[in-house]
């Protein structure tokens, strides 16, 4: 097991070369050349600032030591600072310690999407595990539909038009923001509770997506691992049906779940821009469409990198689980 | 041939979504003929009319006809669904070949490549691609291309790695084939139906992604219409005007729903041979 | 004069064409004091010292927090704010301000003459980058005369003196002292005399300001004044609909489609008067096609000008036609019209060197096609359509359009700043005094000084001068009619509207009386029924 880990481990090493030379690669995009003439009124970027650029990224020296210096920048975690008008350093935007744990804005995006996480698991399981046992019964079907349907309707649509239902029409959940405008009067239950108040919008539209695409591959998964042979032998032996179910089905059937769940997770951290937008969250994504917008590149750069390293971590820890519950792999 | 169009016939998922991408894709090319108004003509006048018989889909903020526009913003979400798409597809047959024949180290170093590029979300990867390189249709064509060939190489990598074994290749490289003829001749041809089962899915996830990008004023830029922009509109409206955000999301979902069913119901067909999904 | 981010802003100077009788002012009892006053705005000041900021939300926050020597009454005559009185020498050339004596900085120590020498100072100094030092250098010595008397000569008689001194917040000496100003706490930690102070400013949330108790006109009625940072119109709507807002500016459409049923009519007051600003299309006169006189009148020929009031304001604005706002004294009505005529836009272009045409219809020359980018600022909607009205309208004559939505900020120091552009759609917020020389004349084209455009008119020079040596208010009046005329003439600027302000405030505040220079000159004694009053405590 602990083999397994650390041969996991040393396969992360070159995906993380990799993702430097990715946003290395990206960085060598920017717009603008030092030979772009100066009487151009409209260049994509202006001269100076790209001579900032250039000054900040070393672009003007050789690829290698440039290469070689952002190398050792990324691994320092060191992205500089900001190119807004407040120029305070990347990370601090990201991890603001100024302000509350939960203010944050790594946390606030953590938060939404880790309990999204636990209301798709809370509804997805249930949900496909019926749709699996009762195959085409009118409760499989409907839930196909609905699961298809939603799908593919976009994302940003179906919040547009709850946060209308929700917030504006029936007044059940704030608007936008993670916390009222009085917050600081409340007492400190009251807190949590306007906080969740606020979350509950953007936690079940951003569920949504989650609960169509697990149940739909849980029922797959299922309806294979129900007719599989072990099942059969199980139910042979006499063996009560809830157990045969849930503990020899779904246990098999989980399995690609947590595949799937480990590639799920570059969403727990990247937070999404357009709900963030939408809801007025002030997560990673509303700080990553805010940099882009300003094209604060240090901003955009360590972002992006912070969120593919966190996202290696998670899929180290996802393929760990999987490894844990499926032996097999391990023995390969 | 005649089996399998029987085949695909039987099967209502694939009919069903093979009628509705017909049905769009011929509404796109005769967006022209179809329109009743030009989709720019401005008319102050006639400013977030509801829908009614001259405007059947209601107008927006500076009179442009919706319907028009959506005409217009079919051709324009389809268009970047194919193109995105046609990079994709290249580049991940490219990549899944290659890793997939050759085996052993470049295998390896593709697969890492793979790994990478899935390490980043797809949302996030793109629009920081596109503040580097500026919004507007061709870069997000070029950036949803060069974002989503992951899934391909995978499955094209599998197909290769289970086919390369087979008779008929041995027979071919017997014969005296190069490499690059046994890829692009002999296997490839067969490894073609995931690949085309990945490419439709493939359309529908563009067009969504085109459609949020736009949404956020990053994609098709004004005046030109796309469904995207439009909800964009919608958005800002949303207590007045509630045909902008109903009709673009409408066609959104039925593109995304009928190229979803005929990529599902391909799919079945190649069935129990495919069972990888698109990513 | 400085920039106007939003269509309508709520502290700005008008005259009156406002809707809503001169109400008597109600007073109030002591019961009356207390809850907050939350306003929506869109822009985010960049610093709270007015002299480094352009932009009006700087302005805005700041006017509540510092004090000018002069203020302007409900109907445009010039009243004492930190001085009491004021005495001109017959010449017009010497002041002598007599300054209030009970005035405190929010920490308690005294203001005197010796602020107002240093703010003078501060502005005047050539390393402090502010846009508006133009009218102070043309003091030539200003001097303390004992703690509350404050005398500035000029070398020439200077029209606009008296105002530039409202203009001119006072900053505290004995915080300032010593220290460069950008780099002062101030910047973001306001330190004033006015009836507010500022309590935190949350960056990219809310800035809030709590009553001053030492204001020396008295200690304002509401507790606080709040203001949200949110970046867009529609969800400002939704908030104010939800409660979480008291006043916002209205967009034409939330104005007169969305805010008539009776929940609206019950729980908010809406208010519309035309703005002392105007919207324009600048052209950069450093690009060489636009140096051409007959390609920007053939550009204002092509676009309808009516067109665009009714189709982005609806109505509630006028065609703008000069730098200066219709109705007002110096707004001279008759100079060369650019009416809507295509054919002549046509005509002239061609005449210009722009008759060959491509595949698309667009003109080219030279090789070249004849393709320009507009720029404006992100989350103005009435802009941007404003925006895609000139390019539907030009594209009728050939030329082709780019729109560019560009962040504020942004904006500002990377384009304008810098002068990397073709041709913007922004707005400018005007005085009540006629003097535009900040914007016009052609030795302001400094870095972030006001003539970003460049432009360059020895005659207009010369009015500008002119307009500001005489007192004389029809010779004024005659000057600047002349200055207009050149200007419409050779049409750096095409002026497209005059936007009315909307806002729209929650009925619990009482004593609102809109007057030609707004609704919120009186901020201080607006108040809220006990019963009324909605947040006790302030957060």
């Known amino acids: 097991m602990l083999f397994y880990c650390f041969k996991r481990l040393l396969g992360m090493v070159p995906v993380f070369f990799g993702v430097t030379l990715l946003s290395f690669f990206i960085i060598q995009l920017a717009p603008g050349k030092p030979t772009d003439r100066l009487t151009d009124l409209n260049p994509r970027i202006t001269p100076e600032a790209r001579a900032r650029l250039e000054q900040y990224y070393g672009l003007d020296k050789p690829i290698i030591i440039q290469y070689v210096a952002w190398l050792s920048r990324v691994v320092r975690f060191d992205f500089g600072t900001s190119f807004s008008s407040d120029a305070r350093p990347v990370l601090e935007k990201i991890w603001d310690r100024s302000v509350p744990v939960l203010d944050r804005r790594l946390m606030v995006t953590f938060l939404i999407n880790v309990i999204s996480f636990v209301l798709i698991m809370i509804v997805a399981v249930p949900v496909g595990v019926l749709a699996a046992y009762r195959p085409h019964s009118w409760i499989d079907r409907i839930t196909s539909v609905v699961v298809f349907v939603g799908f593919a309707a976009p994302k940003f649509w179906i919040a547009l038009l709850l946060m209308m239902l929700f917030s504006v029409t029936l007044g ?104 963030e937008t939408i809801f007025g969250i002030p997560g990673m994504g509303q700080l990553s469409y805010q940099a882009i917008m300003m094209r604060d590149y240090p901003v955009i750069m360590g972002l992006l990198c912070i969120t593919a390293l966190l996202t290696m971590i998670g899929n180290l820890i996802a393929d760990v689980c999987y490894a844990y519950s499926d032996p097999r792999i391990r023995m390969r | 041939m005649n089996e399998t169009i029987h085949m695909i016939l039987r099967n209502r998922l694939a009919v069903a979504g093979g009628g509705i991408v017909l049905l769009l894709c011929s509404v796109a090319l005769c967006a022209p003929i179809l329109a009743p108004y030009d989709c720019n003509a401005i008319d102050v006048t006639a400013i977030l009319l509801p829908p009614s018989v001259h405007h059947p889909c209601g107008t927006d903020e500076l009179g442009r006809d919706v319907f028009s526009r959506m005409l217009f913003g079919a051709r324009i979400s389809l268009a970047v669904g194919f193109v995105a798409v046609g990079i994709a597809t290249v580049l991940g047959v490219l990549v899944g070949a290659l890793a997939g024949y050759y085996g052993r180290w470049i295998d390896s170093v593709l697969m890492r490549w793979v790994d990478t590029m899935l390490c980043v979300p797809d949302i996030f990867l793109i629009l920081t691609v596109i503040a580097f390189i500026g919004e507007g249709i061709v870069n997000v064509m070029a950036v949803i291309g060069a974002t989503s060939w992951m899934g391909v190489a995978r499955l094209v990598r599998a197909e290769f790695l289970s086919l390369k074994e087979r008779e008929f290749v041995l027979a071919a490289r017997a014969a005296g084939a190069g490499d690059a003829r046994i890829i692009f001749l002999h296997i490839l041809p067969n490894a073609l139906g995931p690949v085309f089962v990945s490419a439709i899915l493939g359309v529908a996830s563009a067009v969504l992604l085109e459609s949020a990008l736009s949404f956020l004023g990053l994609g098709v830029q004004p005046p030109d219409p796309s469904w995207g922009n439009i909800l964009m509109e919608g958005k800002d409206n949303i207590e007045i005007a509630w045909w902008l955000s109903v009709f673009p999301g409408l066609a959104i979902l039925v593109t995304v729903l009928g190229y979803n069913m005929l990529g599902e119901g391909l799919e079945d067909i190649l069935q129990p041979r495919f069972k990888n999904r698109r990513y | 004069m400085f920039f106007n981010i939003a269509p309508s802003a709520l502290i700005l100077l008008i005259i009156a064409l406002c809707c809503g009788a001169q109400a008597t002012e109600n007073a109030p009892h002591n019961s009356a004091y207390g809850d907050a006053f939350v306003i929506g705005v869109i822009g985010e000041p960049s610093v709270l010292i007015p002299m480094l900021a352009t932009d009006s939300a700087s302005h805005d926050i700041a006017s509540l927090i510092y004090s000018g020597l002069i203020k302007y009454d409900t109907d445009l005559r010039i009243i004492g704010d930190l001085a009491e009185s004021w005495d001109i020498s017959p010449d017009g050339l010497t002041i002598i301000f007599h300054l209030r004596k009970d005035v405190v900085w929010e920490d308690g120590t005294p203001f005197t003459a010796d602020d107002v020498l240093y703010g003078f100072k501060t502005i005047t100094d050539p390393s402090t980058p502010t846009a508006y030092a133009e009218e102070y250098k043309q003091v030539q010595s200003a001097e303390v005369l004992d703690a509350h008397t404050f005398r500035v000569t000029y070398r020439q008689p200077y029209a606009p003196a008296l105002t530039s001194w409202g203009n001119m917040t006072v900053l505290p000496r004995h915080l300032l002292e010593g220290s460069s100003i950008q780099k002062s706490p101030l910047v973001r930690k306001a330190v004033g005399t006015g009836p507010f102070r500022l309590k935190e400013w949350v960056p990219g949330e809310k800035l809030t300001l709590v009553a001053s108790p030492s204001y020396f006109d008295g200690r304002p009625y509401l507790d606080a004044y709040i203001c949200r940072f949110i970046p867009d119109p529609a969800t400002q709507f939704l908030e104010l609909q939800a409660g979480t807002i008291d006043c916002m500016s209205l967009t034409p459409l939330q104005y007169s489609r969305q805010t008539n049923s009776s929940y609206f009519l ?35 020929h092509a ?237």
């Open chain 1, 172 to 275: 059940w959940f704030p608007i936008s923001g993670i916390k009222s405008l009085h917050y600081a009067s409340l007492s400190e239950t009251a807190q949590y509770l306007d906080r969740l108040r606020h979350l509950a919008l953007p936690v079940f539209v951003s569920a949504c997506g989650g609960i169509a695409g697990i149940s739909r591959y849980l029922r797959a998964s299922m309806l294979e691992t129900l007719s599989s042979d072990f099942i059969v032998t199980a139910r042979a032996k006499g063996l009560p049906e809830s157990t045969v179910v849930f503990r020899h089905a779904l246990r098999n059937a989980l399995l690609p779940i947590i595949t799937l769940l480990g590639l799920s997770v570059p969403g727990f951290v990247a937070g999404s821009v357009i709900f």
């Open chain 3, 266 to 300: 019950q729980h908010f007051q809406k208010f519309t008067y035309p703005t002392f600003s105007y919207t324009y299309l600048a052209f950069n006169f450093l690009h060489p096609w636009f140096q051409d006189k007959r390609v920007r009148q053939a550009i204002a």
């Open chain 3, 303 to 539: 676009i309808n000008r009516r067109e665009i009031v009714d189709g982005v304001l609806l109505g509630l604005g006028e065609v703008a036609t000069s730098p200066y706002v219709p109705h007002t004294w110096p707004y001279n009505p008759n100079v060369p019209e650019y009416v809507y005529d295509p054919q002549r836009a046509i005509q002239l272009l061609d005449e210009a060197g722009w008759h060959l045409r491509d595949n698309d219809g667009v003109r080219i020359r030279d090789g070249k096609r004849f393709e320009f980018t507009i720029l404006t600022n992100m989350g103005n909607t009435l802009r941007l359509n404003t925006a895609t009205i000139i390019q539907w309208r030009l594209a009728q004559v050939g030329i082709k359009v780019n729109i560019r939505v560009i962040e504020w900020s942004t904006l500002i120091n990377e384009f304008i700043d810098k002068k990397r552009f073709e041709a913007l759609l922004l707005g400018w917020s005007i005085g009540v005094d006629p003097d535009q020389y900040d914007i016009w004349h052609s030795s302001k084209t400094g870095t972030k000084e006001l003539n970003f455009i460049s432009y360059a008119n020895t005659d207009v020079d010369r009015l500008l001068e002119a307009g500001r040596r005489t007192f004389d208010m029809a010779e004024r009046k005659r000057i600047y009619g002349e200055f207009q005329k050149i200007i419409a003439e050779d049409v750096p600027y095409i002026f497209l509207y005059v936007p009315y302000a909307l806002p729209i405030v929650h009925r619990r505040f009482q004593n609102i009386q809109p007057a030609p220079i707004g609704i919120t000159y009186n901020i201080h004694r607006w108040y809220v029924p006990r019963e009324m009053q909605r947040y006790r405590l302030i957060p």
